[in-house]
Structures are given as C-alpha cells and as structure tokens.
C-alpha cells in the first residue's frame, strides 16, 4: 500500500494512493490528524479504506514530503560498499540530524540557495518509522518500520566543509527531498535487494542495490535506538553511494533548471526541479 501526505488548496491531508488517486483520509476520517498520527494508531480501518474510490487525482494536489514534520530525521553518510573496492568497514557509521523544515515533497523545487553554488545530490532510501522502541534488538528492528520511500539528502558542499560537523550544509531549506510517497513494508518483499537509481536531466549519475549497504536497516534501527528513543514517523535516511557531484572529476553540481530524479525499485520515482534562491534582501 501507498501512503502519501499533500495539500489541496489550503488544507493539508494525507491519504492512500490508488488508481492514479488518492482516497483522502484526512477528510475521511472527519478529524485533524497527519500520515504520522495514522501511523501511531497503527493504520485503523487501511484495508477496507483502500477499496474505496479515489476522492482526488493526483494532479490536483502539491505532494509533502512523505512525513511533513517527523520528529527526528537521522540521516546516514554514505554507507554503500563500492564494487571492487578493498576498503575496510567502518566500525560505525557517520550520523547526522537534519531539520523538518529543509524538506520539500515530489515535485516541489530543489533550492539552490543564493550563497553558495554548490549544491549537490544523494540518492538514498528512507525508512518511516511505525512502532516506538529504545533499545530493539536487530532481529526485531524490521517489526518497527512502517514504509520506505526514496530520498534525496541535497547537500550544499562548501558549508557542509565549514568544519567537521556537516549541519550547515545539510539543513538549507528546500534541499531535502522526500517521496513522493511511503511504501508500507508488507509491499516491500526484500527491502535489502532494490536497485536504487539517481539522475540528474535523464543523465545517470548513481546507480546501486541497498544489499551493498554497509550498515543495514536492522543494524541501524538497533543503533539509533540505543541512544534516542525511536516514535512513530521517525525517518532513517539510509545513505548514499558514490556518483554524486563531489565524487566527479570534474566536479557536478546542480543548476537551477536541472531536474533530479532517485528512483528506487518498487518505490518509485522522486523528481525535483532545480532553482535559484533569490538574492537575500
């Protein structure tokens, strides 16, 4: 099943996603609510919710980011084995927090913002988090998940390297891009064997299978969970590979009018345009 959360004039919502529609379920079930608080319920009435006729086409609304204002967004750096490669595993990932409100959903335009012109792409998987936990073992971190969904973690280079604390470069608004929906993970059979694609105007700039993570769904909901109690909605933002700008000789980096795709094997396909932020005053 699909889950997505959008805008319909001036009314926030979130529904199921079906015949090319949604059936809207903030309107449905008649109380003020997100797609996270239906998750928290855990997802009353989906089945019989998801027979009913579309109330909306899909043109019609602005997509959100799949989880508008999730408590805690943990994004992993990197963490694709590379094919060939004789590195040797890390004994743990880098981590990083990034801000609800640097996100933008399906669609919605990728900010290159006015003081920097190096802004660059990461193509990632997401992980929605759908039951609460502290400390869960890894055999049981998959019972914790609620969806995935595709992400694209825009990350402006030259402040990310300001220090060694990647928060400036990774919280600019309008860079984080999520969606444009949640697959629930009872449609996902094997969420460590999809192909995950990124381009950039059609061009193919990454290309990997989320079994090469380094650092696994299990491992990471285990590790996250030991140090920051994990609630419904909660996204894990699973890392990247290489192929994005900073890793070409030249360099590539994102122009306003670029368009940027990360299609992720039975997932689908998040498409941002790129603009210009305009000039500060």
């Known amino acids: 099943m699909r889950y997505i959360s959008f805008r319909h004039g001036r009314r926030e919502s979130f529904g199921i996603v079906r015949d090319g529609g949604i059936v809207d379920l903030g309107q449905r079930l008649g109380a003020p609510g ?3 608080g239906y998750i928290a319920a855990g997802f009353p009435g989906a089945d019989a919710l998801a027979r009913e006729a579309p109330d909306l086409a ?3 609304v602005a997509f959100l980011p799949v989880i508008p204002r999730p408590d805690m967004i943990i994004m992993a750096a990197l963490n694709y084995a590379e094919p ?4 040797p595993r890390p004994g743990y990932p880098v981590l990083f927090l990034r801000l609800p409100s640097s996100q933008i959903g399906h669609g919605a335009p990728l900010i ?8 660059d792409f990461e193509g990632e998987m997401a992980v929605i988090v759908g039951r609460p936990g502290r400390h869960i073992p890894q055999a049981q971190a998959m019972e914790h998940v609620a969806g995935f969904a595709c992400y694209n973690d825009g990350s402006v280079r030259d402040w990310q390297k300001h220090s060694h604390q990647f928060t400036p470069g990774k919280n600019f608004c309008g860079t984080g891009a999520f969606g444009p929906w949640m697959v629930t993970r009872e449609a996902v059979p094997d969420p460590a064997a999809l192909e995950l694609v990124t381009r950039v105007n059609g061009q193919e700039m990454q290309r990997t299978n989320t079994g090469r993570m380094i ?3 299990p491992w990471l909901i285990a590790y996250v969970s030991t140090f920051a109690p994990l609630v419904p909605g909660d996204v894990i933002v699973t890392g990247t590979c290489t192929g994005f700008g900073t890793t070409r000789k030249p360099p590539v980096f994102l122009h306003p009018g670029d368009v940027v795709e990360v299609e992720i094997e039975g997932l689908g396909t998040l498409r941002n345009p790129v603009v210009a932020e305009a000039a500060p005053g």
């Open 34 to 36: 997100d797609l996270r």
């Open 58 to 60: 899909l043109e019609e």
């Open 84 to 87: 060939g490669s004789d590195a």
């Open 112 to 119: 290159r913002p006015a003081v920097s012109e190096r802004l």
């Open 215 to 217: 650092f696994d769904i």
